[in-house]
């Protein structure tokens, strides 16, 4: 007899003695027990199977058997499993159908026993070496059985009996130890399932903090439920049609893949992914141009800074949207000669993922105050200041009187110029000549309509060159004409403006002179440079 036959022998020796030594013990749950020299009180080790293993019909389950030691040193034990054979069958075709799971010191065997009409698989566990090692706790044994194929759902039984034949222990001293067990069972569905899948991706890359248990997901309708941490949670569903959907998130967009009309089958598998972006919040700079008083800059022509970054123009519709991650916003404006600034929402803009500030920067022309310079005075000897009449005092300083041509005079708090002929008529402002200047007149027929109405400015020292602005009041329009000391050339052709007041209505004239720069204005409308 060679060595390996000498140890097979051995263990089968062993075995018979555990069994003859435990045959007339009875379990119980605590027992003394000597170890060392101390008394210490032990639970009792157990082996137990689950109640309740799901299963499908005309399918294979998975039975566990797990080992309790209950603070025994535990090197062996030789069970049974009883199984109802009615919905339950052993197969040894299927791989792996007896699967241990032990230290690699021990050792275990099961053997079908056939004749047995209730179902029964004999099985053994222990360490065959000495010095004998302690088994640890947990699941020592997979039996994979197959499933028949009830009307309606069964439940199966799967059971450690006690006895015929017993359940024994065996500690490392080689001495019996009562031990107890925990029957189990299959419960078959007649509801065939299979397994859902649902993903959950975020992609954070604005500022956003979510993550994937922050975010929920619904099938067919049902309530809402958070993800799992990890970002998938796996569903156990009845074969059928699914639709995973997801409520809103602010500030993130969602894109599904695979999430719509899921054919779940008998035992499959399908995969819904569900992915979240941040979205980056909007900046909107928009810009205003006040132009009242003769400016000529459009939005195009300013420029901003958001954060120190270097400056970008304004559209030229004046509004800016800019894509930023989430912060805290700054926006300043280049300084633009002739221009005041103002600035509305523009200082602390606190930008949230998917959110949206807007900033407005008005910029108003400035018409600065004239630098007068002093000619000599012409009427009066009056100093060159500001001007003004609103012709209550007849004593004002226009000239009064008659002559062929027209008659002047102040008449209920106006100056009137009644003209005789077809000629032009005109009074001398009583005040000195300036370099730059805005000058403004109110006037309006009185009686009979006549051609035109205006103003003459921009005179020469020698009084031989001058500007002339007209306005119709029954054409509604306007021209600009410059003598040359010898003919007028026409800058700005007659122009038809409905914002003159036609008839007898009162119009506002106003002609801005700043350098070589002209501005007309009606009616407080600027009509350009």
């Not at 299963?55 to 030789?78: D, H, K, L, M, R």
């Not at 209920?412 to 005040?431: L, M, Q, W």
Request: hydrophobic share 35%.
């Amino acid at each position: 007899m060679n060595k390996r036959s000498i140890i097979s022998l051995g263990l089968i020796v062993l075995l018979m003695s555990l069994l003859i030594q435990v045959a007339f013990v009875r379990p119980t749950t605590t027992k003394a027990q000597f170890h060392t020299s101390e008394l210490v009180f032990f639970d009792s080790p157990q082996l137990s199977i689950p109640s309740s293993i799901p299963a499908n019909p005309n399918s294979t389950v998975v039975v566990p058997v797990s080992f309790t030691s209950g603070g025994n040193y535990i090197a062996s034990t030789v069970f049974s499993i009883d199984y109802d054979e009615t919905w339950l069958m052993f197969d040894n075709t299927i791989p792996n159908a007896i699967n241990f799971v032990l230290p690699s010191d021990f050792s275990g065997q099961c053997t079908p026993d056939i004749s047995d009409s209730d179902g029964e698989i004999d099985c053994f566990i222990l360490d065959p070496l000495v010095p004998l090692s302690s088994l640890p706790d947990g699941v020592v044994l997979n039996i994979t059985l197959r499933t028949g194929n009830p009307s309606s759902a069964v439940v199966a039984k799967v059971g450690l009996p006690a006895n015929s034949p017993a359940t024994v222990f065996g500690n490392t001293s080689g001495q019996s130890v009562p031990g107890s067990t925990l029957d189990g069972s299959v419960t078959i569905s007649t509801d065939q399932q299979g397994t859902l899948f649902v993903k959950k991706v975020i992609v954070n890359d604005n500022g956003g903090t979510l993550n994937a248990d922050d975010f929920s997901f619904s099938v067919n309708g049902e309530p809402a439920v958070p993800f799992e941490p990890d970002g998938q949670n796996d569903l156990t569903v009845n074969i059928g049609t699914y639709n995973v959907v997801e409520p809103d998130v602010s500030g993130y967009s969602t894109t599904y893949d695979n999430c719509i009309g899921l054919s779940i089958t008998n035992g499959g598998i399908e995969t819904c992914t569900i992915t979240n972006d941040d979205q980056p919040g909007t900046l909107i700079v928009k810009k205003v141009v006040v132009n009242d008083m003769g400016g000529t800059l459009n939005a195009d022509d300013f420029s901003f800074s958001v954060n120190g970054d270097p400056t970008v123009p304004f559209e030229p519709d004046g509004q800016n949207e800019l894509l930023v991650n989430v912060g805290t916003y700054n926006v300043v404006e280049s300084a633009v000669a002739g221009y005041s600034t103002t600035y509305d929402n523009c200082t602390d803009m606190i930008i949230t993922i998917g959110g949206t500030e807007t900033c407005t920067i008005t910029n108003t022309y400035q018409f600065d105050e004239p630098s007068y310079e002093n000619f000599l005075s012409l009427i009066f000897g009056r100093p060159c200041t500001d001007y003004f009449d609103d012709f209550s005092d007849p004593t004002s300083g226009w000239f009064v009187g008659e002559d062929e041509f027209a008659r002047y005079e102040y008449m209920h708090g106006e100056y009137r110029i009644v003209s005789k002929d077809s000629f032009d008529n005109y009074a001398d402002a009583p005040t000195c000549p300036h370099i730059d200047y805005s000058v403004e007149v109110k006037a309006r027929w009185d009686g009979i309509s006549g051609e035109s109405y205006g103003i003459y400015f921009g005179f020469n020292e020698q009084l031989n060159e001058f500007y002339l602005f007209e306005v119709s009041a029954d054409y509604q329009d306007y021209s600009l004409y410059y003598f040359d000391g010898y003919d007028y050339q026409t800058i700005i052709p007659y122009t038809y403006t409905p914002i003159i007041n036609s008839g007898f209505s009162s119009n506002q004239i106003r002609v801005t002179r700043k350098g070589n720069q002209i501005i007309l204005v009606i009616n407080n409308k600027n009509l350009g440079t």
